[in-house]
């Protein structure tokens, strides 16, 4: 059966290490996508933000999308019920985000800096979880593609009303 309606795919993005209160965070995060029906694609690996966010939404019965750095399927988290392999390293930080209809990025480092940068540039819709860049991408920030949250609840509340104002 065929249905004309596409699947919301949330990307959230985040460092590898993290503080416990950030993988708190993310678990959450990760549960309240799966409870909205949405995909939930992260970097796929076994660590920090990607680990904690993909255990949330596949302890809610959500769907996990992992888009690997390597070529090896077993690198990923065991969380994750799609992994794509992709050999490319830190490049895959194109896929991560171009595949995202909305990225909400949690606290994290270059990588995580990066995929904010290639979201922001292809005008996708950001979401800032706890995590302070400064005024690095103020101007995304006064176009309305960038807004910070504090708690995954109000980043949840952010996608909603992105998705209900662009009609998906």
Do not use: H
Not at 9 to 25: L, W
Request: aromatic content about 4%; glycine content about 12%; overall charge positive.
């Amino acid at each position: 059966m065929r249905t004309d309606r596409k699947k919301v795919v949330i990307g959230v993005m985040g460092g590898g290490t993290i503080a416990e209160k950030d993988r708190d965070a993310a678990y959450r995060l990760g549960s309240l996508v799966a409870r909205q029906g949405w995909i939930l694609l992260n970097g796929g690996r076994p660590s920090g933000i990607m680990e904690a966010s993909a255990k949330g939404a596949r302890d809610c019965g959500g769907t996990t999308v992992g888009i690997l750095p390597g070529t090896d399927p077993a690198s990923a988290s065991e969380y994750v019920d799609i992994r794509i392999c992709t050999g490319m390293g830190d490049a895959r930080n194109v896929i991560n985000v171009l595949s995202s209809d909305v990225v909400i990025a949690c606290p994290g480092s270059a990588g995580t800096i990066s995929e904010l940068a290639i979201a922001l540039k292809s005008r996708k819709k950001v979401i800032l979880l706890n995590f302070d860049v400064g005024a690095l991408f103020d101007q995304y920030a006064r176009e309305g593609l960038l807004t910070r949250a504090e708690t995954p609840e109000e980043a949840i509340e952010s996608v909603k009303d992105f998705l209900t104002k662009t009609g998906r």
